[in-house]
């Protein structure tokens, strides 16, 4: 069956090049045509507009797809890999299988420029480098100064006095440490964090080095050295940080209710937690690394904000292959790095680029000089065999040798998951182009969840889709993955007038200088309406003219309206800082909080997408 789709997708692709439909993620006449796949939406606030307005000679295509190596795996087995992605869960463990599809980077100048002991973790036996470490996230003890002054404890400078500070609060009935132990990439976290000093010596390294380049022919456990040393260390951190057996139920909302509040010292979390925490709470906070025996050899735990890479076809065109390294070029410099960190509490894996430490980091600039970094093993199954088994942990059903046993039978066992529900197959396919007349692919699928709610008119916003909609079979995984991650639903009744203002608040910026459309591929998508707007070349979009059929829309007329999108990307101050007016937010009914479940239900059978519709008409200035 795999064999048949990936055949049938690369039908489809050809296809498209012979009917003259484009590339498949777009393109332009007069410039280089270059996709980006976006790990987060974050990505969408800075660095997309920043780098349309370096390089206008490129025609860019921003995409905010799923930040998960399976996604870019569903992705290669229908030939759809864009020329550029970005991924935050990753080890070269997870992607293994695509090196043959990427460019090998390692005779770049963009790799010299990185520290080596950071690039070459992405180092593959055969020498080449395919992966690049973008800005990294520090992750470490966030500590409540304010309340160890009150109690008169001293910050913390190794581990036996982490200890004791944590007994201390403790005898006041403040926890001295929490943390969000269900999620799984808190316990991943803690149990690699606690042992960093075991984790990096020589024989730890090597361990991790056949780890990552383990084949499913051979399968990497656990070594009988440095891990049994791990879980031993883990078992003592719990109960030295007063666990209760019911934590691996706390939320990161419950830990950052408990921190403040005052009643919890120290919490694990990132350095850009730890400046959100003093500049939009008023808490004077303070980053501490994971501790050691001594001061000497404490370490801050780091992961890159994503790691990049680039799909090999790029290299069958020179001038495509310059401006795409031209455009790493940028994103890796250091106003690049900050663009992709949106201002927030990082540091840089790269020797030319300097990034300020922010007062965050005041109790941990002795680990950063010495880079005292370590990058954190995040292979897929790390996190979730992580959570499983420090979860037993924290419930007390097994010792560090139970827990050794049981991670090491879970990392070497083959792997065996059921089959995801077959759904329809699609007899057309629809790209991804997005041109003066708006994006197919996001057409067909707007337009099919407007068939099944029923809705008069629906309009989509934010990051909708993921990818081209492809001729070919369809389950469940496939087509969850192809809205876009956060995308619900809200139905309500509003009059041509109101949808006006609904489009404006969508389209145009507004008077503080917020804009809605940080990119093309953000423009709204319409269903039983058209739109016009006015391209001010600058990144910026004017609201014209609202039709439906062919007509314009009765202003007093009352329409079943459906809204399809990410709210927080528009409304969040992070991201666009666009608040929907309140007067319409009141008259919209939240009815699917997983669009997903509403396209899957809409083609189960063998059911069809309905076709796109030419819904925009962008005028040039």
């Not at 990505?43 to 370096?54: A, G, V």
């Not at 051979?218 to 007063?242: C, H, M, Q, S």
């Not at 829309?553 to 608040?579: K, T």
Request: aromatic share 10%.
């Amino acid at each position: 069956m795999r064999r048949k789709f990936a055949a049938l997708l690369l039908a489809v692709v050809m296809l498209f090049g012979v009917t003259g439909c484009g590339e498949i993620f777009g393109l332009s006449k007069n410039k280089i045509s270059i996709s980006i796949y976006l790990w987060d939406k974050s990505m969408s606030k800075e660095l997309t507009p920043w780098l349309e307005k370096q390089f206008p000679d490129i025609s860019f295509t921003f995409v905010v797809g799923y930040n998960t190596m399976d996604f870019y795996t569903d992705l290669n087995n229908r030939d759809s890999l864009p020329d550029i992605i970005t991924c935050r869960r990753f080890s070269l463990n997870d992607a293994a299988h695509m090196s043959d599809l990427l460019m090998d980077m390692s005779q770049t100048e963009i790799v010299g420029s990185f520290y080596d002991s950071y690039i070459e973790n992405n180092r593959e036996s055969s020498g080449a480098i395919r992966w690049l470490p973008m800005c990294a996230e520090v992750d470490g003890y966030i500590a409540n100064t304010a309340l160890f002054d009150e109690y008169g404890i001293a910050l913390p400078t190794n581990y036996d006095e982490f200890v004791q500070a944590c007994k201390s609060f403790e005898e006041h009935g403040i926890k001295g440490y929490v943390n969000d132990y269900s999620e799984d990439y808190s316990c991943m976290e803690a149990l690699q964090g606690c042992a960093i000093p075991e984790l990096m010596t020589m024989e730890g390294t090597m361990w991790r080095m056949k780890y990552e380049s383990e084949t499913d022919d051979n399968k990497v456990g656990l070594d009988d050295k440095i891990w049994p040393a791990v879980f031993e260390k883990f078992e003592r951190y719990l109960k030295d940080t007063f666990v209760e057996k019911d934590a691996d139920e706390i939320s990161f909302g419950s830990v950052k209710t408990a921190f403040l509040e005052g009643n919890a010292a120290i919490m694990r979390g990132t350095a850009s937690d730890c400046a959100v925490l003093r500049q939009e709470y008023g808490i004077y906070t303070t980053m501490l690394p994971y501790f050691g025996e001594t001061s000497d050899d404490s370490w801050l735990l780091t992961y890159p904000t994503c790691q990049v890479a680039v799909n090999k076809s790029v290299e069958e065109d020179k001038k495509k292959t310059d401006a795409v390294i031209k455009v790493l070029g940028a994103m890796f410099s250091e106003e690049g790095q900050r663009k992709v960190a949106t201002n927030n509490a990082v540091l840089s894996y790269n020797k030319n680029v300097h990034i300020e430490l922010s007062n965050a980091f005041s109790a941990v600039e002795d680990c950063v000089r010495r880079n005292h970094l370590y990058i954190r093993l995040a292979s897929t199954e790390m996190f979730s065999i992580s959570r499983d088994v420090v979860h037993r942990m924290i419930r007390g059903e097994y010792d560090a040798k139970g827990a050794y046993d049981d991670f090491n039978a879970l990392i070497t066992d083959e792997k065996k998951t059921d089959e995801p529900e077959f759904v329809t197959t699609q007899n057309t396919g629809y790209d991804y182009t997005s041109n003066e007349h708006g994006n197919k692919a996001a057409s067909a699928v707007v337009n099919t969840i407007c068939r099944q709610l029923g809705s008069d008119i629906a309009v989509g916003y934010s990051n909708l889709i993921t990818a081209p909609v492809f001729e070919g079979d369809y389950n469940t995984k496939q087509l969850g993955w192809l809205v876009a991650n956060r995308a619900l639903i809200r139905q309500g009744s509003l009059t041509g007038a109101e949808i006006s203002q609904l489009m404006d608040w969508l389209v145009n910026v507004k008077e503080d200088g917020s804009n809605p459309i940080r990119h093309k591929n953000l423009l709204p998508v319409t269903c039983g309406m058209e739109y016009t707007v006015l391209d001010n070349g600058d990144g910026t979009y004017k609201l014209g003219d609202l039709t439906v059929n062919g007509e314009p829309i009765n202003e007093n007329e009352v329409y079943n309206v459906m809204l399809l999108g990410d709210n927080n990307y528009i409304e969040a101050p992070i991201y666009c800082n666009c608040p929907m007016p309140e007067e319409l937010n009141n008259k919209m009914e939240l009815v699917n909080d997983k669009a997903s479940a509403v396209l899957i239900n809409a083609l189960k059978g063998g059911n069809q997408m309905e076709a796109p519709t030419e819904y925009v008409t962008v005028r040039e200035r």
